[in-house]
C-alpha cells in the first residue's frame, strides 16, 4: 500500500488550503483514515479521524476550522483546512488503516506566513 500526500503550500493566516492523500495498491478496504501533524521542534501530532462509517474526530485546536473527509471509491483521503493560523505550519501526514496495518503518507508542508 502507498500512500500520496498532496495539496501543501504556503498561505497568509485566515487563508485555506485542502489537503489529499490518495491510496493506492492492494487495498480490499480501508478502516480508519487520520492525519497528523509535525511542527518543527515539536513531537507528531494527531489531527483528525474518520473512521469507515463517517464518524469524526478532531483535536481541539482545528475544531470548527478542519474538516476531514474521504472518497472510498478513490481510496483517498482529504483535510480541508480554513482559518488557517501561524501555529497551525507543519508537516502533515496521512495515515490509514488497512486491516490490521497502518501506513504513512509521506508528508506534506503546510506554511502559514504573512
Known amino acids: 500500500v502507498q500512500l500520496q500526500a498532496s495539496g501543501g503550500g504556503l498561505v497568509q493566516p485566515g487563508g485555506s488550503l485542502r489537503l489529499s492523500c490518495a491510496a493506492s495498491g492492494s487495498i480490499l478496504s480501508i478502516n480508519d483514515m487520520r492525519w497528523y501533524r509535525q511542527a518543527p521542534g515539536k513531537q507528531r501530532e494527531w489531527v483528525a479521524t474518520?473512521?469507515?462509517?463517517?464518524?469524526?474526530s478532531y483535536v481541539d485546536s482545528v475544531k470548527g476550522r478542519f474538516t476531514i473527509s474521504r472518497d472510498n471509491a478513490n481510496n483517498t483521503v482529504y483535510l480541508q483546512m480554513n482559518i488557517l493560523k501561524f501555529e497551525d505550519t507543519a508537516v502533515y501526514y496521512c495515515?490509514?488503516?488497512?486491516?490490521?496495518?497502518?501506513?504513512w503518507g509521506q508528508g506534506t508542508q503546510v506554511t502559514v506566513s504573512s
Open positions: 495515515n490509514i488503516r488497512v486491516g490490521p496495518s497502518w501506513y
Open positions: 474518520i473512521w469507515s462509517v463517517g464518524t469524526t
